[in-house]
């Protein structure tokens, strides 16, 4: 049973460029969080959704963020015109219908650099 | 609103030695509170969880942590540490609101282990 699955591990951006994160929840579950990493900093919550739809997004910059988890395929998290503070480490975690966020099971994490 | 303040952004310890890592939460709700462990450029693993039943929490590898509610507290311990516990050790509580939410991390404590 595969765990929580995101690509590309490490990714670098010239300032102004697009990045798309990618996250494949466990197999079964229908929930996604999108977190952040600063350097010294604990994880901060970015945005939860389920298939199709956003459910809280009140971690999320008011710009140049979005993200989506479509009916098929992975949970994309998008940033336009990436700035330096942009760098740092992108976590998705799954979790299953009926849990909620009482366990959230963490992939291994998009470490975004921007030049 | 829910708060995690974890004491300590570096503990080291001998190997052997007893291994204690605090955190201490803030909540107006009864709190889900969680222990993750993160090794270098790795994603975050899960040590345990309360879930308002047992308030003294068995995890893997040996950890355990105590829930007292009367000094908000979800410490972590390890009777005997070993060399293999170094890592960043992430507490969180769960901001429950319904039956989904996010969580909320604390900045992080590093844990060294010294022969």
């Known amino acids: 049973n595969a765990g929580v699955m995101q690509n590309p591990r490490h990714l670098v951006r010239r300032r102004g460029q697009e990045a798309r994160l990618r996250c494949s929840p466990m197999k079964g579950h229908s929930h996604v969080y999108w977190y952040r990493q600063l350097p010294e900093e604990g994880l901060k919550f970015m945005v939860y959704l389920q298939k199709e739809n956003i459910i809280d997004e009140s971690g999320m910059p008011k710009e140049r963020f979005s993200a989506e988890f479509p009916k098929e395929g992975p949970s994309i998290l998008r940033i336009q015109q990436v700035v330096r503070g942009d760098s740092a480490a992108y976590f998705c975690a799954s979790s299953p219908p009926s849990a909620g966020s009482d366990t959230q099971y963490f992939g291994p994490g998009t470490r975004l650099t921007v030049l | 609103a829910q708060s995690v303040t974890q004491l300590g952004s570096h503990v080291s310890v001998s190997e052997g030695a007893l291994v204690l890592l605090r955190c201490n939460y803030s909540?107006?709700?009864?709190?889900?509170l969680f222990w993750y462990v993160q090794y270098p450029n790795q994603g975050l693993q899960l040590l345990l969880k309360?879930?308002?039943?047992?308030?003294l929490v068995k995890g893997i590898n040996g950890f355990e942590a105590e829930f007292k509610k009367s000094e908000t507290s979800f410490h972590l311990t390890k009777p005997s540490a070993h060399m293999s516990d170094a890592a960043e050790y992430f507490c969180?509580?769960?901001?429950?609101?319904?039956?989904?939410?996010?969580?909320?991390f604390g900045k992080g404590t590093k844990l060294s282990v010294k022969p």
């Open positions: 969180a509580v769960s901001d429950r609101r319904g039956s989904q939410g996010n969580l909320i």
């Open positions: 309360y879930t308002t039943r047992a308030t």
């Open positions: 909540s107006s709700v009864p709190p889900y």
